[in-house]
């Protein structure tokens, strides 16, 4: 495959970290996670008793819902999320039963009281690792808390390998309209020596019969630059997945944070490189997965997803995320944002049950962002996905960004990453392949640590 130098760097651009080393890369909020305090917990419960109606704005901000469901069958030697492979039915049950009196406290609070989401997550670890049952006590009883009638999107995680029929057709009765297959690869061999529970052949079972009982949605989940990954195998895992014609794809470039398998490894050999491809390896292969399905039609709509028809397929949790909607985070570890403030629950299982068994919110640690934060929250969030409008900023937080952001914008535009033009800020492909260590160039001094890859 031929390197597009651009894809590498161009001159005078910081310089780009070839190998793939320990840490995470993606930005996927600001200010970042570890600027998040415990002594700010108290102004998030201050948000919530205030009513939504006399929040000026506020009153107008869409609301989504998302749930961690933290277990699954095995874990991953990349994964960096919170989740548990040793609990039994009943503690499974325990943590159903704390996610809805969790549910519960917030439904109470004047600033959730009578609203409606607009859009529902179940994230994990792997939703569908739960029964049809576990599934339908835990949304009935959320429905019955906040209804789900306006809402527009309903996303499940589900991993190939724990998908049955029965169990597709569970998922699909529970009014789940996006479908999103944790794929990743579709070679056998690179799924085992990365320590993914399932197989090729559950993938296409389960694909096909998602696809025959109409699912609205259908993303597959592949990650580029995997251990062991090869050009070769990179090649037919995409001519794999157009194969599929799913209605989104998303790519994942890997990384090798620190509470990972793999970084476990790394410590005890002494080694500081990760075992996987390097990061102009890792753009390369994207960009050509890129090409390959727009050869057949399909758009790209961020750094990370290809869509086959963009009037249909919208992302709207991901969209609300990036654009400040308040989202009501439930379950272990969960991040969310409610009122203005950034919030994360109790990050361990038991801590999580036993808060919210005694009555209270499970949240242990927050942050409320300054006006200027989040304005560079939306505005670097926004950017992944290829361009922003001027005036959308102009008018939200009476900024226009082309001020206040004119330094990091000129470099990025010396660098060859960005075009401004007819009131907007976009992004070429280039820039795009590796917008996450760009996006730090709009970061305030005190939360810019260090240079990404």
């Given at each position: 495959m031929s390197q597009n130098p651009i894809l590498s760097g161009t001159p005078g651009a910081p310089p780009l970290r070839h190998e793939?080393?320990?840490?995470?890369?993606?930005?996927?909020?600001?200010?970042?996670?570890?600027?998040?305090k415990k002594e700010s917990v108290p102004e998030l419960h201050a948000a919530l008793n205030v009513?939504?109606?006399?929040?000026?704005?506020?009153?107008?901000?869409?609301?989504?819902?998302?749930?961690?469901?933290?277990?699954?069958?095995?874990?991953c030697h990349f994964c960096y999320f919170r989740v548990y492979?040793?609990?039994?039915?009943?503690?499974?049950?325990?943590?159903?039963?704390?996610?809805?009196?969790?549910?519960?406290?917030?439904?109470?609070?004047?600033?959730?009281?009578?609203?409606?989401?607009?859009?529902?997550?179940?994230g994990g670890g792997t939703p569908s690792y739960l029964s049809p049952d576990q599934l339908r006590f835990l949304t009935d009883?959320?429905?019955?808390?906040?209804?789900?009638?306006?809402?527009?999107?309903v996303t499940f995680e589900a991993e190939p390998g724990t998908l049955t029929d029965h169990k597709l057709q569970a998922i699909r009765g529970l009014g789940?309209?996006?479908?999103?297959?944790?794929?990743?690869?579709?070679?056998?061999?690179?799924?085992?020596?990365?320590?993914?529970?399932?197989?090729?052949?559950?993938?296409?079972?389960?694909?096909?019969?998602?696809?025959?009982?109409?699912?609205?949605?259908?993303?597959?989940?592949?990650i580029a630059?995997?251990?062991?990954?090869?050009?070769?195998?990179?090649?037919?895992?995409?001519?794999?997945?157009?194969e599929l014609k799913p209605d989104s794809l998303t790519i994942y470039q890997m990384e090798v944070p620190y509470n990972t398998g793999i970084?476990?490894?790394?410590?005890?050999?002494?080694?500081?490189?990760?075992?996987?491809?390097?990061?102009?390896?890792?753009?390369?292969?994207?960009?050509?997965?890129?090409?390959?399905?727009?050869?057949?039609?399909?758009?790209?709509?961020?750094?990370?997803?290809?869509?086959?028809?963009?009037?249909?397929v919208k992302f709207l949790y991901r969209q609300g995320l990036f654009s400040g909607a308040d989202i009501l985070s439930i379950g272990v570890a969960s991040f969310g944002h409610l009122s203005g403030v950034h919030y994360q629950n109790h990050h361990d299982f038991a801590p999580y049950v036993e808060t919210v068994n005694a009555g209270q919110l499970p949240v242990y640690r927050a942050l409320?962002?300054?006006?200027?934060?989040?304005?560079?929250?939306?505005?670097?969030?926004?950017?992944?996905?290829?361009?922003?409008?001027?005036?959308?900023?102009?008018?939200?937080?009476?900024?226009?960004?082309?001020?206040?952001?004119?330094?990091?914008?000129?470099?990025?535009?010396?660098?060859?990453?960005l075009s401004r033009n007819n009131g907007t800020i976009s992004i070429n492909r280039a820039g795009l392949l590796q917008v996450d260590r760009l996006l730090h160039e709009f970061f305030l001094p005190e939360h810019n640590t260090g240079r990404y890859a």
């Open positions: 793939t080393t320990a840490g995470n890369y993606f930005v996927a909020n600001y200010p970042p996670f570890a600027f998040w009513e939504c109606g006399t929040r000026n704005a506020e009153e107008q901000t869409p609301m989504g819902v998302y749930a961690h469901i933290p277990f699954c069958r095995k874990r492979t040793d609990k039994d039915a009943q503690q499974i049950r325990g943590y159903l039963d704390a996610l809805l009196k969790e549910l519960t406290v917030y439904a109470g609070k004047p600033a959730i009281a009578g609203r409606k989401p607009k859009f529902v997550y179940f009883g959320m429905k019955q808390l906040l209804p789900w009638e306006e809402a527009e999107e789940v309209t996006r479908l999103s297959l944790g794929i990743e690869h579709f070679d056998d061999h690179i799924l085992e020596v990365n320590g993914r529970a399932h197989r090729s052949m559950e993938i296409q079972r389960a694909y096909a019969f998602a696809r025959e009982i109409g699912f609205p949605q259908i993303n597959i989940d592949l630059g995997m251990v062991e990954e090869t050009e070769e195998k990179w090649r037919e895992t995409v001519a794999k997945a157009v970084f476990q490894q790394m410590k005890a050999e002494g080694k500081l490189v990760a075992p996987v491809a390097d990061w102009e390896t890792k753009r390369a292969w994207v960009d050509y997965a890129y090409r390959e399905f727009e050869k057949i039609g399909y758009t790209v709509t961020s750094g990370t997803t290809v869509v086959r028809d963009p009037d249909k409320p962002p300054s006006a200027d934060e989040r304005l560079i929250r939306e505005f670097i969030l926004l950017l992944k996905l290829g361009s922003v409008r001027v005036d959308y900023f102009t008018h939200k937080f009476g900024v226009n960004p082309r001020e206040r952001f004119a330094e990091p914008l000129q470099r990025l535009a010396d660098w060859g990453f």
